[in-house]
């Protein structure tokens, strides 16, 4: 699915014209990208967490010569999912009783 796919997803759900669907998924994919990017979790019960992470410089290596190579500390963004997303994406078999 796309954003185009998943505005008209949106307008059919919420009983909004595409205009307004695409409108409140811009702005909260760029509230959630702002936040983010200036350090704050975002908590979406049920969905999941959006947080940025921080990756430590390392050495690897060069795959075709096998020379050493420095590579930078960055941040990334991360996603962990909701406990209701992650059952509803890989459901949990239920355990017997014995």
């Known amino acids: 699915m796309n954003k185009g796919e998943l505005v008209d997803a949106l307008a059919d759900k919420a009983g909004v014209t595409?205009?307004?669907?695409?409108?409140?998924?811009?702005?909260?994919?760029?509230?959630?990208?702002?936040?983010?990017?200036?350090?704050?979790?975002?908590?979406?019960?049920?969905?999941?967490?959006?947080?940025?992470?921080?990756?430590?410089?390392?050495?690897?290596?060069?795959?075709?010569?096998?020379?050493?190579?420095?590579?930078?500390?960055t941040r990334v963004p991360g996603f962990s999912p909701g406990k209701a997303f992650r059952e509803t994406v890989a459901p949990v078999a239920k355990k017997q009783a014995a």
């Open 18 to 73: 595409k205009k307004q669907a695409d409108a409140v998924l811009t702005a909260t994919l760029e509230a959630i990208i702002e936040a983010v990017a200036n350090g704050e979790k975002v908590t979406l019960v049920g969905f999941g967490s959006f947080e940025r992470r921080d990756r430590a410089a390392r050495e690897a290596r060069n795959p075709r010569t096998g020379d050493p190579i420095q590579i930078q500390a």
